[in-house]
């Protein structure tokens, strides 16, 4: 163990500094396509979601039962988990409708700008 160690952290020491894509030999030009991303958000907000719709779900029952034990029963259960699914979902489809349109807008910006450029050389 002693000797493994140092080692291992050499490698944690040494991997900022050589681990980095210009030393891997990857492109730094990555792009995430859209399904990914939505992927990425939905999988990241599931479990926010499920912990906080818990919880309201836990709290109201709390509220107007005061003296049961909190017994969740099937009905519960796939209302919770049904309803997370739907949040979860629901940011990632706003997210991906945002980022859409902020590329959307940003082609047609260049666009017009290349358009611009053009007519402006072809004038000269």
């Given at each position: ?91 990632a489809y706003a997210d991906y409708r945002d980022t859409c349109l902020r590329e959307k807008e940003e082609q047609t910006q260049d666009h017009k700008e290349a358009r611009y450029y053009v007519q402006l050389n072809?004038?000269?």
């Amino acid at each position: 163990m002693k000797k493994i160690l140092p080692i291992v952290l050499g490698v944690l020491i040494a991997f900022p500094l050589y681990g980095d894509p210009i030393h891997l030999g990857l492109e730094d030009d990555y792009r995430e396509t859209p399904g990914r991303r939505a992927e990425v958000i939905f999988f990241l907000s599931l479990p926010f979601a499920l912990l906080t719709q818990g919880l309201i779900i836990a709290g109201l029952y709390a509220v107007n039962n005061p003296n049961d034990p909190l017994q969740f029963n099937v009905a519960t259960y796939s209302f919770w988990i049904g309803g997370s699914l739907l949040i979860s979902g629901g940011i990632a489809y706003a997210d991906y409708r945002d980022t859409c349109l902020r590329e959307k807008e940003e082609q047609t910006q260049d666009h017009k700008e290349a358009r611009y450029y053009v007519q402006l050389n072809h004038r000269f």
